[in-house]
């Protein structure tokens, strides 16, 4: 069985005072026997404090981003052992955000997925078509190229400790979330993908879907049966909507 995540990215969001409460807030609401792990992605600054906030809470800490070096002189970076040492569990790596504004190539995220389990945190690693691409008919295509990446530098194995995050990025932000048919098809190739190297891994990888999921669509996403939780952005930074899509999931 594979249990579902609910992650909430909040991406550039927020302050210290936002921070503490939709936290207070996420802790007061958060039902005993959540089906799925829930989990938070602050900006770097505010890692070590809401990592505080949530200590000792089903609420555990993500980064949004990791170095792939180990450290160094690399001005701005952050590394793996940094996010480790402030309480993160997990770390986004090639968000469709980092990969087409900074210019990240499928090498580098892969060598960030390297990094951060390097130190023991689970890399979630993002995959996702343009609207171009998906238009074009070459959505598998961009999606297997991007996890094949990571699995020739890493191996198949690496992926019993980690996690998928199908975003397509014509559904960021845009209010327009991928149909759940559309989600499983890609949902589907994905683990297909995989059980080309490992079928056992293939059936015990988490793959999360992101891009425009809120209260009212994320039951019919997750119920698909290749859709194992979401990667959440705008929705996250609203305490009750994020409830919502947590008990989507369902209780256990
Ligand atoms: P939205 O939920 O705002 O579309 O963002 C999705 C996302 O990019 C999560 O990483």
Redesign the pocket.
């Given at each position: 069985m594979r249990r579902p995540i609910v992650?909430g990215?909040w991406?550039m969001h927020g302050t210290r005072a936002d921070n503490a409460r939709l936290v207070e807030e996420l802790l007061a609401g958060l039902p005993d026997g959540a089906a799925a792990e829930c989990l938070v992605?602050p900006p770097f600054v505010y890692l070590q404090e809401v990592g505080r906030l949530v200590r000792d809470t089903p609420i555990q800490l993500a980064a949004?981003d990791v170095c792939a070096e180990a450290q160094g002189a690399f001005t701005g970076e952050v590394s793996a052992a940094m996010l480790k040492d402030v309480g993160c569990g997990f770390v986004?790596v090639g968000?469709?955000?980092r990969r087409w504004i900074y210019h990240e190539s499928d090498q580098l995220v892969a060598r960030k997925f390297a990094a951060a389990q390097a130190k023991s945190l689970v890399p979630i690693l993002?995959v996702g078509e343009q609207l171009a691409e998906r238009e074009a008919g070459r959505t598998e295509e961009v999606v297997g190229r991007q996890l094949d990446v990571v699995l020739e530098l890493c191996g198949v194995a690496a992926l019993r400790a980690a996690v998928i995050?199908y975003?397509p990025v014509w559904?960021?932000?845009?209010?327009r979330?991928a149909t759940p048919e559309q989600a499983q098809v890609v949902h589907a190739f994905i683990r297909e993908r995989i059980g080309m190297r490992d079928a056992k891994v293939a059936d015990a990888t988490r793959v999360l879907y992101?891009?425009?999921?809120?209260a009212g669509n994320a039951a019919e996403l997750f119920a698909r049966p290749d859709v194992d939780g979401?990667?959440?952005?705008?929705?996250?930074l609203n305490a009750e909507e994020f409830l919502a899509i947590l008990a989507a999931c369902g209780s256990r």
């Open positions: 992650a990215n991406k992605c949004q986004i968000h469709s955000e993002c995050a975003e559904a960021i932000g845009t209010g979330s992101g891009g425009s999921v809120k979401g990667l959440i952005g705008g929705a996250s």
